[in-house]
């Protein structure tokens, strides 16, 4: 890596930071250049590089998160959790975009993504996956991005890019005999299997399922607080990230 990228690198990290981004990283995506251009076309080939940016969660309101019924709760939850965090990313990735552009090279927002289901409808590329390449965690059963430091407590966004960035190496898996995700969700919607790069997320994900129920969920009285979020047991419960009670 040239001197003049690896100060750019370096610009993007602080200034990521100094915003407020707890994970930042940079990945070499040419082993999912197949699946993106498969999603948002051939052009998405010429970025070999993507900025991860994660933004953690706050553990007070994901603590709640089981209290369905209370009100006050999914508000505080689909506001925060959803709302002011993905904008929150959103306007960090457009400020590494500004940069990388100054800077001479191409590149391209992806956004932070809505819910499970709308991140595997987003297009380009899955900011889980983008996370995971830059080595900042790993995809669990629950096919959230866990990290050993705040489990699955975030939510990320993705710049892609050409510039010839110094790509962070994919982290292992470290869920081990943990089923705590497969076994609290109300719906069945995991397998329990391991992720796997080359097998359809349908091998361990139902996101329909997951889908429906939030529907439902969103149907109730409930309805309009709560629309846009999940339930988010799946992120409470991962003992990565989850204080002792
Ligand atoms: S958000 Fe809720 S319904 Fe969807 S997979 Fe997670 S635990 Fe299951
Ligand atoms: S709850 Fe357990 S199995 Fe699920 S992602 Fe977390 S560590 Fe992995």
């Known amino acids: 890596m040239s001197k003049d990228v690896e100060g750019l690198q370096g610009e993007l990290e602080r200034t990521a930071r100094g915003s407020g981004i707890e994970y930042f990283g940079a990945a070499d995506v040419t082993s999912a250049h197949d699946h ?3 999603l948002g076309g051939e052009f998405l080939r010429t970025f070999p590089r993507a900025v ?3 933004s953690r969660l706050s553990d007070a309101i994901v603590d709640q998160i089981s209290d ?4 006050r709760l999914v508000r505080s939850y689909q506001w925060h959790i959803y709302e002011i965090t993905n904008r ?6 457009l400020q590494m975009t500004k940069m990388l552009q100054a800077a001479g090279y191409q590149a391209h927002p992806i956004h932070a993504s809505q819910s499970m289901d709308a991140d595997g409808l987003s297009g380009m590329i899955s900011n889980k996956i983008a996370a995971h390449l830059s080595g900042l965690g790993w995809i669990g059963k629950s096919v959230l991005l866990v990290t050993p430091e705040a489990g699955p407590r975030a939510r990320w966004a993705t710049v892609l890019t050409d510039a010839p960035l110094e790509p962070g190496k994919p982290m292992e898996r470290r869920c081990g005999d943990c089923t705590e995700c497969v076994e609290i969700c109300p719906v069945s919607a995991f397998t329990g299997v391991d992720f796997d790069p080359l097998e359809p997320r349908e091998k361990r994900f139902d996101a329909h399922v997951c889908s429906d129920y939030n529907k439902h969920r969103h149907n109730t009285v409930m309805s309009k607080l709560a629309a846009g979020s999940n339930c988010g047991l799946c992120v409470y419960i991962c003992p990565h990230g989850r204080s002792e009670e």
């Open 36 to 38: 993106m251009a498969r």
């Open 68 to 71: 369905h019924g209370n009100e």
């Open 52 to 54: 991860s940016l994660g």
């Open 88 to 93: 929150f990313l959103d306007s960090v990735a």
